[in-house]
């Protein structure tokens, strides 16, 4: 279990309260967190998710996966 599950745990987006997508980089070091309902992108600096809606990133074509809950587990 890594911090940074557990650190999204915590974390919702700071508009609309909804779950938040961590977006990684090639390293798979944390890169953004991304709302996908505001379609903003939220910087991680220094391993601190900065949660201010003037520092996010607004996505313009941001890939969302479909809304439905997936029936199980995803399978790592
Ligand atoms: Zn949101």
Do not use: N, W, Y
């Amino acid at each position: 279990m890594s911090l940074d599950h557990r650190l999204i745990d915590l974390l919702v987006c700071p508009l609309c309260k909804g779950p938040l997508q961590l977006l990684r980089d090639e390293q798979s070091r944390p890169l953004e967190l991304v709302c996908p309902a505001d379609r903003l992108g939220f910087p991680i600096r220094d391993g601190i998710p900065v949660m201010l809606e003037p520092e996010a990133r607004v996505l313009e074509a941001f890939p969302a996966p479909p809304p439905s809950p997936l029936p199980f587990p995803p399978t790592p």
